[in-house]
């Protein structure tokens, strides 16, 4: 069977008239089924997720303010959507740096995810509570996702080892990762970061679709729907998958 598996990213609260815009959009073109990748506590301020969360000093007793609190409106359309077919993954606590890598690292991570590369240089015990915290933040307004994926895809050990522990499975650039099997894949994922990913990135997600394999995975950030070479290529990528059944990544580990 050929599947296609999109995943929709960047779900908070300031995101969320276009992503609800962008689910119709997908409706549209025949995916039944999306990956809502939501992050828990987007709306914490910058100065609060630059430094570690042993040194953040969080309000609300050294807690982030619970998404259900934030967002009221947007915690009830995600339980709706879910009961409707979609699934939720975790996307990161924050999606914001955190931390600073040492070099070689650094440049892997400002590439990946620029100023989103959430876990490259935490230690284990902040990595290990910032992914437990924005589980909790979820489970708080009745979201309990299987997965996980990693903000800009940037990954590090001690991400790697509590995923494993605290989740069923977590998706890097090149399969998605689960505890009794790894699904092979590619995430045709645009870029929107930078001028040069803006540019280029269109032409390589195109040319990488040209062989498409039994899972096709497609990620949509709210970003794209600012370009309309983004715009042009999700319509391309869809085309192609046309025929295929939607899934969610937790229906592909099934």
């Known amino acids: 069977m050929t599947v296609v598996a999109v ?3 960047d779900v908070e609260p300031r995101t969320f008239g276009r992503v609800q815009e962008i689910r119709v ?10 990956t809502l990748l939501v992050i828990p506590a987007a709306d914490e301020p910058d100065d609060v997720c630059a430094a570690p969360v042993a040194e953040a000093g969080w309000r609300a007793g050294g807690q982030p303010t619970p998404i259900g609190v934030q967002a009221p409106a947007l915690a009830a359309w995600l339980r709706c959507q879910v009961a409707r077919g979609d699934a939720v993954a975790q996307h990161g606590l924050a999606h914001k740096a955190t931390g600073v890598a040492p070099w070689p690292r650094s440049i892997v991570a400002g590439w990946q995810a620029g100023a989103a ?3 490259p240089g935490l230690g284990a015990a902040d990595t290990a509570r910032r992914v437990l915290t924005g589980r909790r ?3 708080d307004i009745e979201l309990y996702p299987r997965g996980f994926v990693a903000p800009g895809y940037a990954y590090t050990r001690a991400l790697r080892a509590v995923l494993a522990e605290s989740f069923e499975w977590f ?4 399969r998605i990762r689960a505890r009794s ?3 092979k894949s590619r995430a045709l994922c645009l870029g929107s970061s930078t001028p ?16 498409l394999g039994p899972v096709v995975r497609i990620d949509v950030h709210p970003a794209d729907f600012d370009l309309p070479g983004h715009v042009a290529t999700l319509e391309l990528l869809l085309a192609r998958a046309e025929g295929r059944n939607a899934v969610t990544y937790d229906e592909l580990l099934a």
């Open 137 to 139: 933040l979820l489970g």
């Open 196 to 211: 040069l990913k803006r540019l280029l990135s269109p032409q390589l997600v195109r040319a990488a679709a040209r062989k």
């Open 171 to 174: 998706a890097d650039t090149r």
């Open 181 to 183: 099997q790894n699904i």
């Open 117 to 119: 590369a959430e876990f």
């Open 25 to 34: 959009w997908l409706l549209e073109r025949g995916v039944a089924r999306v």
């Open 7 to 9: 995943a929709l990213h």
